[in-house]
């Protein structure tokens, strides 16, 4: 079972920038689409961006133009670049792998990002 580690949440101001790492035990990226997802005090957990083994990547419609999935083979380590904060990105967000073609999925722990004046 792979573990990953996210970092990077914290507390920004409206239109401020962040950038969250998920970092993996071992290299998975030629077998397992990555995935940002966010849960929301009250909601469901939503997907927010993925990258896929090919390099591929989708966005929710909500962030489109404003954040950016990338990964670093070499690192082991997804990215998500969030630009253009609005106080509705306020969630816990967590990194997600999808083994192909398996399925197995394997979370983060989440980490905290607030978006507040």
């Known amino acids: 079972q792979v573990q990953l580690v996210e970092s990077g949440g914290g507390l920004v101001q409206p239109g401020g920038s962040l950038r969250l790492s998920c970092v993996a035990s071992?290299?998975?990226?030629?077998?397992?689409?990555m995935g940002w997802y966010r849960q929301a005090p009250g909601e469901q957990r939503e997907l927010v961006a993925v990258i896929t083994t090919g390099g591929s990547t989708n966005y929710a419609d909500s962030v489109k133009g404003r954040f950016t999935i990338s990964r670093d083979n070499a690192k082991n380590t997804v990215y998500l670049q969030m630009n253009s904060l609005k106080p509705e990105d306020t969630a816990v967000y967590y990194c997600?792998?999808?083994?192909?073609?398996?399925?197995?999925?394997?979370w983060g722990q989440g980490t905290q990002v607030t978006v507040s004046s």
């Open positions: 071992r290299s998975i990226f030629s077998t397992n689409r």
């Open positions: 997600r792998a999808d083994r192909w073609p398996t399925g197995v999925v394997n």
